[in-house]
């Protein structure tokens, strides 16, 4: 079974409506033999937060070392955010193995009427995978209500309520008292109930649940008796990003931010903390930076300042509410609204209860349940709205929105998460170019896109001249296809394409045809009002058409079918020009850059007690630079397995004063540091660029980036310090370490870091085995669909020992991978010895352009 057929089981699911009770999906989890039992479970109900709550449960208790499982819902893009393990979603491999378990129970069970649901299956999917991964916890987002709901066939350690509205009225009852009982059944045997409900439903809680602790907003009497057992209160902004948050119990006190805007999120997160300490002995420190490092895309997330661009999901009037409270504390000039929602939902409430909008653009998600756009226009006309215009999809909508914006004014989307995911979609799909050497790259490209077999095989010999892999709703998809044959081109389409889920679609073709598609695609009206004229714009930038040289075309047409499809040709030496790029800043932006690797540490792996006197560590400097240095990054701790911790101060005790005595030397000074305590004052020592080999897990680093105007390297790992023996399973490495580096630089961006001022490296040797650091020196280009610089960090690792290299004898290989990186598309190359590696990247660049060094 191919895992789009393996979706497409799961999505034809949707067919059943739901049903109360817990029977089905137990029963299923016993032909499972029951992989529940072994897991501890934290369940969180309640009609707005719960999913935000359950992220900083789950971050938090990571932060506690323990390994986390996550079940929320729905899904932003991909099926398998819904599940995930320590941050990561599950495998393609694992769903397609989950639904081979119990496709012949579920075909059996429907035909004797009594098929599981799809949310049943998938509450079981993420169980099962639970058990599989031996976790040490999961938390679960309930779906309705919480008595009936698939997820309560658990019996979980702590549970929590955390806010209850009227929704669901024709399933869990007519008024909130109703509505609370029900979702209250949730309260675990042996712990109290956590909840931030008041009034008259927190009576109903009470009485289903028994001990309850209550989280609210300080009392205004002083010791009222009747006020909250933990008081959360809102410190307000704290940045466009974050909010301020003070969480106490009993003379305990935790002062945090939060990256969850709202007041509403403050009690949430008192919600978070108090189940966190229910489960574990977590630190004040671990549970202040897993809150911080709790993000929950979609949910009030500012994506840009100028003009303000905030996406969130609110779907009812409740969260339009709590929206509207959150909104008021920014200042900006005209509101533009984009707006789509479901057709279940009580829209002139949530138009009346949102900020009136200077313009309105109205949309339908691609979904069925997405209420018609004429409908919705017809709301907020009657809401007194003067400016109210329909676009056929989301994207178009916030196009059109953000053309109309100026700088000083807010663009909103909301309505939906569904409307939220289609215009998220713009900062963070990607054209990923790829190199098709032969058939047998063409076989693997498609195979990875789930490109059903038949339809590969007859595209296998059409994919030898340029090709790019996107990703786009079915109805662009269709008409991607359509219009790429026309010209002479061949377009393979997933299988996965029946239920309103992102399609990934692989485009092949001469530069000619893309040429030609794109400008079709841009001229078109219909393509304008159906997001393919964003798509036009990405195809445009993944393949640089408008730098295309005829170097290129020909190049695609030679005699051995192939073509090298880098992003960087237009600079002919394997790099994209600094005129191109608009930036030359930092001296990859012209040319593949060498960082020297400096480290100032006693137990570093390769060159550990070197240079940890101050002088040995200025002699080493100087001397990379007279072999030609770009870029010198000065560490002071390593990332080997096993590797000692060192403190905040003894890490700038090592790396400080040798920022400060090289950064008068002709060269760019990087600072190798996962702690923003050490990063901010070596940067105010002299240092240029900050290398997180973390990739962001400190939540404050960003903001000490952005707030110097530094560099960033944004590194894709699992763990650091490296844990031997890491046993990761990848889909496919490249595709899987893009995906997940793309929300590490979007957090980055939304900090204020330029995006060409961000370099990604893909982290060969963290969690990565052998072959898959060769596979990704072998695909090093695709990774330029995240639209940053790229940085490959081999020197001396032991992926050599994949070809016979062994510790203390990898010099050779490090030099001809620092050849093979300059030549795949690689920025900078991270090396210890500078003299062999600049003399192989120089020979890489002149064997592309023999001009370069005359």
């Not at 529940?36 to 479970?41: K, P």
């Not at 997180?692 to 390297?713: K, N, T």
């Not at 639209?787 to 010099?811: Q, T, Y």
């Not at 690689?826 to 890489?844: C, K, L, M, W």
Request: proline share 4%; hydrophobic share 40%; charged share 30%.
């Amino acid at each position: 079974m191919e895992y789009y057929e393996a979706a497409d089981f799961l999505f034809d699911l949707r067919r059943f409506r739901p049903k109360p009770g817990t029977g089905s999906t137990a029963r299923l989890l016993a032909h499972l033999e029951n992989p529940h039992e072994t897991v501890d479970f934290v369940q969180i109900a309640g009609s707005n937060g719960k999913g935000s709550t359950a992220r900083m449960v789950e971050r938090s208790l990571r932060e506690a070392g323990l390994s986390v499982g996550l079940y929320t819902s729905p899904h932003l893009e991909d099926l398998r955010e819904r599940v995930r393990v320590d941050g990561r979603k599950i495998p393609r491999s694992a769903v397609r193995d989950y639904v081979e378990a119990v496709y012949e129970y579920i075909t059996e069970r429907g035909a004797d009427g009594e098929s599981p649901t799809f949310f049943e299956t998938m509450t079981a999917m993420a169980i099962w995978h639970f058990g599989r991964e031996d976790v040490d916890v999961a938390v679960l987002e309930v779906g309705i209500g919480g008595k009936y709901d698939a997820t309560s066939v658990v019996d979980p350690i702590a549970s929590a309520v955390t806010s209850v509205t009227l929704e669901h009225t024709g399933i869990l009852g007519d008024t909130e008292e109703e509505i609370a009982r029900d979702k209250a059944h949730v309260a675990p045997t042996d712990a109290p109930l956590v909840t931030g409900v008041s009034g008259d439903a927190l009576e109903a809680i009470q009485e289903i649940a028994g001990d309850v602790v209550t989280v609210g907003r300080a009392s205004t009497v002083q010791d009222d008796e009747d006020g909250p057992d933990v008081t959360a209160e809102y410190g307000g902004r704290a940045n466009h990003t974050e909010a301020a948050v003070a969480i106490e119990r009993d003379g305990w006190r935790l002062e945090t931010n939060i990256p969850l805007l709202g007041t509403h999120q403050a009690e949430n997160a008192g919600i978070a903390a108090v189940l966190a300490r229910q489960v574990t002995d977590i630190a004040d420190d671990d549970l202040a930076r897993g809150l911080r490092s709790a993000h929950w895309p979609g949910r009030f997330e500012v994506i840009n300042t100028a003009p303000l661009v905030i996406l969130d999901g609110a779907h009812n009037p409740g969260a339009c509410e709590q929206l509207a409270e959150t909104l008021s504390t920014y200042a900006y000039d005209d509101l533009h609204l984009v707006f789509g929602a479901m057709h279940d939902k009580d829209h002139r409430e949530m138009a009346a209860t949102l900020p009136t909008p200077d313009s309105v653009r109205v949309a339908e998600p691609s979904l069925d349940r997405a209420e018609d756009r004429d409908v919705l226009a017809t709301v907020f006309a009657d809401a007194g709205v003067d400016d109210v215009r329909t676009s056929e999809s989301v994207q178009d909508a916030l196009e059109t929105a953000l053309a109309d914006a100026g700088s000083d004014d807010c663009v909103l989307v909301t309505g939906s998460l569904f409307a939220v995911a289609e215009a998220r979609s713009r900062w963070t799909a990607a054209g990923v170019p790829k190199r098709i050497r032969n058939l047998a790259d063409a076989s693997d490209a498609l195979a990875r896109a789930n490109v059903p077999q038949t339809e590969s095989t007859q595209s296998q010999a059409d994919a030898v001249h340029r090709v790019v892999k996107l990703t786009v709703d079915s109805g662009q998809a269709t008409a991607l296809k359509t219009e790429l044959v026309r010209l002479g081109g061949e377009c393979a389409v997933s299988g996965l394409q029946q239920h309103a889920e992102a399609v990934e679609t692989v485009l092949m073709g001469t530069v000619r045809q893309f040429e030609a598609l794109v400008a079709t695609l841009e001229s078109d009206a219909d393509g304008r009002s159906s997001g393919l004229a964003d798509v036009a714009r990405e195809i445009r930038e993944t393949l640089e058409l408008d730098a295309a040289t005829a170097d290129v075309t020909a190049s695609a047409s030679s005699a051995s079918g192939s073509v090298d499809v880098d992003s960087r040709d237009a600079g002919g030496d394997g790099t994209e020009s600094a005129e191109n790029r608009g930036d030359d800043r930092y001296p990859w932006h012209d040319r593949t850059a060498v960082m020297g690797i400096l480290n100032v540490t006693p137990d570093s792996f390769h060159d550990g007690g070197e240079y940890d006197a101050l002088e040995d560590a200025l002699a080493q400097a100087e001397a990379m630079i007279e072999a030609g240095v770009d870029v010198i990054d000065v560490g002071g701790e390593s990332t080997r397995p096993g590797a000692d911790p060192v403190s905040v101060q003894e890490e700038i005790d090592r790396v400080v004063p040798v920022i400060e005595r090289i950064a008068d030397l002709d060269v760019e000074i990087s600072v190798d540091t996962r702690k923003a305590a050490v990063a901010e004052p070596a940067l105010e020592a002299g240092a240029d660029i900050v290398n997180d080999v973390s990739g962001l897990e400190d939540p404050e680093m960003r903001f000490v980036v952005a707030d110097h105007d530094a560099g960033l390297v944004v590194m894709h790992s699992i763990d650091a310090p490296v844990v031997p023996d890491r046993d990761i399973e990848y889909d496919d490495v490249v595709e899987d370490v893009i995906d997940q580096l793309s929300e590490r630089v979007l957090l980055a961006e939304k900090a204020g870091i330029d995006r060409e001022d961000i370099v990604v490296d893909p982290g060969i040797g963290f969690a990565k085995s052998a072959r898959e650091s060769f596979e990704i020196l072998g695909r090093l280009d695709e990774f330029r669909a995240l639209g940053c610089p790229i940085l490959f960090g081999h020197s001396h690792k032991s992926m050599f020992d994949h070809v016979g290299s062994a510790a203390g004898e990898r010099g050779p290989a490090t030099v001809a991978a620092s050849a093979l990186a300059a030549d795949r598309g690689a920025d900078i190359v991270r090396v210890h010895d500078v003299p062999e590696n600049v003399a192989a990247v120089r020979t890489a660049l002149a064997a592309r352009d023999p001009e370069r060094f005359e």
